[in-house]
């Protein structure tokens, strides 16, 4: 049904968007906007009309407004009467994009009806509420905003009304203070008469109309209304309140009770005056450092390690001249311990350095720098302790020389060393106990001294150790039992040891290994008495040798009178026979007579020649060396002269060759015994031819020695024979007849003359005898 | 045998015990012409008591007297102990040698030390040992 023009003239000027709805339910077709409206949604009107008024403003999350226009549209078709919805919260979309926007809006929906009373139309107007509702809820947000801060604020508020500073109103955070409730109505002065002071502060702003602000204003409060007066400290601030002739009728107050944080910040003052105090008189050098390493602060034993006062703020880090890692390379100033806490923010503890002071001292420093940081972790400064540990290191170094040696001392000694706890358990043992007890030291420590002696060692050392007030240094021999189960016999002198006030610490024991000499003293023991015996024995031995001596010495006497006796008894019957001889041979003129005394007088030679000989051997035993000069060239003549008459010499040239050198000293008879023994031989052992038979003798004698070789062409012997023909006794077999006494009795005098004889001799070509004598001139 | 030559002594006294040499010797020293008179002894105890008898009766003194020295009784050199006791003249007159069938060293020492002994002689007395006597 289309609107008559005029009514389309005043719905289009209307100012309230209205649209114009079929009452076509449920869709309510749009068949006309007015320009308000359209200006309101921001749609062209060829997007509204026709369309279902849901239809071009459907659903949306934020509010339910469709629900409530459709319930308000179906309410005026069925009561045919005007609607006034409540305010309504509109989300409008806003054009091209998906969003909306928040309307507040007071909807009616009118009926038209025309003649028949019938309804052709719904007005539907939508006045735009937006900016007034957004007006009323900023203000209640105000509203609750302030009666929170007033009611819960954590500062104190209120008026005092008048000269007399009534209380109109005040929070709960005052009345909390004051320990006070029901206070309105009240005067300050009769609430809070202690607070004289304030009152007239009050007066002031009050005649004045100035303000008055302070910060941390002491104030007195008798909080517990009970005369006691404490101190309170609050920020304050009291405003004059004007009325509206501008005529000051009330104050403003509001305080702050900062009472806790001006006692901790006081306490805090307080710490800090005592810290900085402490620092300056701690004997330890001390001192600290902004961020940034300047010295802000330091006490009197950091300026004397360092040898100078730093200035302060300007000074870094260290405050030495220049400093040295702990091996001795110079480290950079911006590497120094504090430099480095302050960088990393983290302490550093017990770092060694050497530093250097302006005077060139070098002295050993630990130091011991801590960051102080911030509670963001920000450092903001740092302290540091040094200290001077040059003497410490000094006597470390000493203590350390002197341990050294000690424990040379103890390791070399040929003591075994022995510390016991008052446990009696080691702990402490050198290389020579552990030898001694056949343990390594490992085994030792820690075990218990009686697990290495028997019951009994056990009941003497448990009876010294109690004695624990004075020394027991005794040495004593003491058992122990090796690893291996050995007795091990020692001498142990022992001592106890005490700590500073005089407790019983244990014992230290110099322990000697004598089992050796134990067992040495026990073979010796053994020994002595074996040789004792021995001894006796062989004084028995003695005396019998010494009798048996005499015995023998007699036997000899008897037996050298008894070999002289019987030579002489032997030869004087001889010498008789060849007396009688001689008388024959003269008397005699048988050729057979002469021809046989001759063969007797031959024997008698013989046996004549063998006694001289048993008479020259017991001599030559028998008597000592007669030393004189010997004319030798003389005497060997004289020998030879002799021996010619021997049978069987003719014939037989004699060449006697003798150099003398030297004077020659010897005994004569036996010089004499052997020359006599060997021409002989000589003589009696040649060959029968009797043509180029000869006997050569020849000699030199030096200051030294004679030396004489006496050589003949004879019969010669063989070299098996050559060893033994010196023998007493000794006849080669098969040769003539001899007594086997010469050459013995030639080996005997020239061992006596200290002379030496050699034979070369061969068979059927000769014999020489080279004998050598020394010259016994002194 | 030598007859025209008249004995070199007068007497000549032999002292051993050993009777065969002494037998020896009274027959070598006429045979030799050593001396015209044997005084024969075998003991030199009665030797010397017959010197001592004549000791100034020079005419019954022998020259030269050969002495044994083991001899039981006396011994040689004990007899020349007594010796030396008996008078210079008598001394000067004899001459005395020592005469043994073994000499030692012990013998020989003392017959150097007694200036009363001219020498020692081993036995037998030879003829040769007598003609060395008769020329000096």
């Known amino acids: ?71 308000s549209l179906k309410r005026v078709i069925v009561k045919q009467d005007p609607h006034r919805m409540p305010l309504q919260k509109y989300d409008i979309p806003i054009c091209g994009t998906t969003k909306f926007k928040v309307k507040y809006a007071n909807v009616q929906n009118i009926p038209v009806k025309n003649a028949n009373n019938s309804i052709t139309h719904i007005l539907h107007s939508v006045e735009d509420v937006t900016d007034k509702k957004n007006l009323e809820i900023a203000f209640e947000t105000e509203r609750q905003r302030f009666s929170d801060l007033y009611l819960q604020a954590s500062s104190c508020m209120g008026i005092l009304k008048g000269p007399n500073h009534v209380y109109e109103i005040a929070n709960p955070t005052y009345l909390q203070l004051i320990n006070k409730k029901n206070i309105i109505g009240k005067s300050y002065k009769e609430l809070r008469p202690e607070s004289a002071e304030f009152i007239e502060i009050l007066n002031q702003v009050y005649k004045t109309g100035i303000s008055f602000s302070a ?41 702050i009770d900062v009472t806790e944080k001006v006692k901790s910040r006081k306490k805090i003052e307080e710490s800090e005056k005592r810290y900085r105090e402490l620092i300056e008189n701690l004997p330890v050098a001390t001192y600290s450092c902004d961020p940034e390493g300047r010295i802000l602060l330091y006490n009197k034993a950091a300026a004397v390690l360092w040898g100078k006062e730093p200035e302060i703020g300007k000074d870094l880090w260290c405050g030495f001249w220049s400093i040295y890692s702990e091996n001795g390379t110079p480290l950079p100033l911006d590497l120094c311990p504090m430099a480095m806490a302050l960088k990393k ?35 903001t400064g740092a302290v540091n302790v040094l200290i001077d540990i040059t003497a410490r290191k000094k006597a470390k170094q000493i203590l350390k020389e002197s341990e050294k040696k000690y424990r040379q001392i ?24 552990c030898e001694i007890l056949g343990y390594n030291r490992t085994e030792m420590i820690g075990k218990a001294i009686f697990t290495l002696m028997d019951a009994k060692g056990k009941n003497i050392v448990e009876k010294l150790l109690l004695n624990k007030e004075d020394s027991y240094t005794r040495q004593s021999r003491f058992k122990f039992f090796s690893k291996s189960g050995k007795e091990i016999w020692t001498r142990i002198s022992a001592n106890p040891l005490f700590d500073e006030v005089g407790i019983y610490k244990g014992s230290l024991a110099m322990v000697t290994d004598i089992t050796e000499s134990k067992k040495a003293d026990e073979k010796l023991g053994k020994l002595n008495k074996e040789l004792a015996y021995q001894n006796r024995e062989k004084e028995i031995r003695a005396a019998e040798l010494t009798l048996s001596n005499k015995e023998l010495e007699k036997t000899n006497i008897e037996l050298d009178r008894f070999v002289y006796s019987v030579s002489h008894d032997l030869r004087s019957p001889l010498t008789s026979i060849l007396g009688l001889v001689s008388l024959i041979e003269e008397d005699s003129r048988e050729p057979d007579t002469l021809e046989q005394v001759k063969m007797i007088r031959t024997s008698i030679h013989r046996l004549d020649g063998f006694i001289k000989n048993i008479l020259n051997y017991s001599q030559n035993n028998r008597t000592g060396l007669e030393k004189q000069k010997i004319p030798i060239k003389k005497t060997i003549h004289e020998i030879v002269d002799y021996v010619c008459n021997i049978k069987g010499a003719e014939g037989i040239s004699f060449q006697v060759d003798i150099d003398e050198k030297q004077p020659f000293y010897s005994d004569w008879q036996r010089f004499h015994t052997i020359l006599e023994n060997l021409i002989s031989n000589a003589i009696n ?40 023909i010196f023998n007493m006794f000794y006849r080669i077999p098969g040769t003539i007849a001899g007594s086997g006494f010469g050459l013995y009795i030639v080996k005997e005098t020239l061992e006596k003359l200290h002379g030496t004889i050699e034979i070369q001799s061969e068979k059927g070509v000769g014999t020489t005898f080279i004998i050598s004598l020394k010259n016994l001139k002194e | 045998m030598k007859e025209e030559h008249s004995p070199r002594f007068e007497n000549v006294m032999i002292i051993d015990d050993n009777l065969i040499d002494l037998y020896i010797s009274s027959q070598m020293i006429p045979k030799h012409n050593f001396g015209k008179k044997v005084l024969q002894y075998s003991s030199a105890i009665e030797a010397l008591k017959y010197l001592q008898e004549n000791q100034e009766n020079i005419p019954r003194l022998p020259e030269v007297i050969f002495v044994d020295i083991y001899m039981p009784g006396m011994s040689g050199f004990e007899f020349m102990k007594e010796y030396d006791k008996l008078s210079t003249s008598l001394k000067n007159f004899c001459k005395v040698f020592i005469i043994s069938s073994s000499l030692d060293e012990q013998d020989l020492n003392c017959a150097n030390n007694d200036k009363n002994i001219v020498a020692m002689k081993e036995k037998p007395i030879t003829k040769e040992f007598l003609t060395d006597l008769m020329i000096t």
Request: charged share 25%; proline share 7%.
């Open chain 1, 1 to 71: 049904m289309p609107l008559p023009p005029q009514f389309d003239q005043v719905f289009q000027l209307l100012p309230t968007p209205t649209v114009l709805l079929l009452p076509d339910a449920p869709k309510f077709t749009i068949v006309a906007v007015n320009n308000a409206y359209l200006g309101a949604v921001n749609f062209p009107e060829e997007d509204l009309i026709g369309k279902g008024i849901f239809e071009a403003f459907p659903e949306n999350k934020v509010s339910n407004g469709v629900e409530n226009l459709k319930n």
């Open chain 1, 215 to 255: 910060k941390e204003k002491p104030v007195k409060l008798d909080k517990e209304d009970n005369g006691e007066i404490i101190d309170i400290y609050v920020d304050t601030l009291l405003q004059p309140h004007k009325d509206n002739t501008g005529k000051t009728d009330g104050i403003f107050f509001f305080f």
């Open chain 1, 345 to 379: 923010g983290r302490k550093i503890t017990d770092q060694k350095i050497i530093v250097e002071r302006p005077n060139g001292d070098k002295l050993n420093v630990v130091t011991y720098p801590v960051p102080f940081m911030d509670s963001s972790g920000r450092v």
């Open chain 1, 410 to 433: 103890v390791e070399t000694a040929q003591e075994g060393i022995w510390l016991v706890d008052e446990d009696n358990k080691t702990i402490f043992v050198n290389n020579k106990l």
């Open chain 1, 685 to 724: 052992y040649h060959t029968k031819e009797v043509s180029g038979r000869y006997l050569k003798l020849t000699g030199t004698s030096d200051e030294k020695e004679l030396k004489l070789s006496i050589s003949d062409n004879g019969i010669g012997i063989e070299a098996a024979y050559h060893a033994k």
